[in-house]
């Protein structure tokens, strides 16, 4: 077990770029999550995934936001026409079910810098 | 509207001292209790979790919490704390009904040991 792994660590763009982040969660975990983390706030929910279907994603910050999980493994995470306001760190997490006491089990996080 | 405040922004406490970060949370329906850990450059970590039944839970690394129901507080506390404390935490919650997958976290505190 290699715990949730996330690509890249660190992302510097050009405001107006399109940036996409990676997600491995824990093998067999079936829920995926994903948070933001702006500097001094603990994380803020995005959306999730149980397997492969989105099952909430109205928390999304924006329509230049979207998430795919094709097979029900890895996720992406995609930001359109990036925004300075979106210098962030995104967190993944996952778990092993769907009930809502499951641990949720959180990567290292990619950190974005919107220049 | 549910919520999880997290008192203090920062605590600095001296190696060996005890400590307390505190925890407040505010619900209509039932509620599910975390405390992660982050270290600097490191993903979030969980130190326990409270569920049901004992109101003292016991976690990693020396840490236990107590969920008080009738002062809706879940605080976190240490009888003797290490420089490898050093570190963030933050208080989460899932909450009963709809939402119940998605946790909700406090702003976080900073705990400094001093040597």
């Known amino acids: 077990d290699t715990g949730v792994s996330q690509n890249p660590r660190h992302k510097i763009t050009k405001r107006g770029q399109n940036v996409t982040f990676r997600c491995d969660p824990i093998s067999e975990h079936n829920r995926l999550y994903w948070y933001r983390q702006t500097l001094g706030q603990g994380p803020e929910f995005l959306t999730y995934?149980?397997?492969?279907?989105?099952?909430?994603k109205s928390r999304l910050l924006s329509d230049r936001f979207s998430a795919e999980r094709p097979k029900g493994s890895f996720s992406t995470l995609e930001i359109q026409r990036t925004e300075q306001g979106d210098s962030a760190m995104y967190l993944c997490?996952?778990?092993?079910?769907?009930?809502?006491?499951?641990?949720?089990?959180f990567g290292p996080g990619t950190r974005l810098t919107v220049l | 509207a549910q919520s999880v405040t997290q008192l203090d922004s920062q605590v600095p406490v001296f190696e060996e001292a005890p400590v307390e970060l505190r925890c407040n949370y505010s619900?209509?329906?039932?509620?599910?209790l975390f405390w992660y850990v982050q270290y600097p450059n490191q993903g979030l970590q969980l130190l326990l979790k409270y569920l049901s039944g004992s109101t003292l839970v016991k976690g990693i690394n020396g840490f236990e919490a107590e969920f008080n129901k009738s002062q809706t507080s879940f605080h976190l506390r240490k009888p003797s704390v290490h420089i490898s404390d050093t570190a963030e935490y933050f208080c989460a919650a899932t909450f009963g009904g709809a939402g119940s997958y998605q946790l909700t976290f406090g702003k976080g505190t900073k705990l400094s040991v001093i040597p």
């Open positions: 619900s209509s329906v039932s509620v599910y």
């Open positions: 995934f149980q397997n492969e279907a989105q099952l909430e």
């Open positions: 997490a996952s778990s092993p079910s769907s009930v809502s006491t499951d641990t949720q089990y």
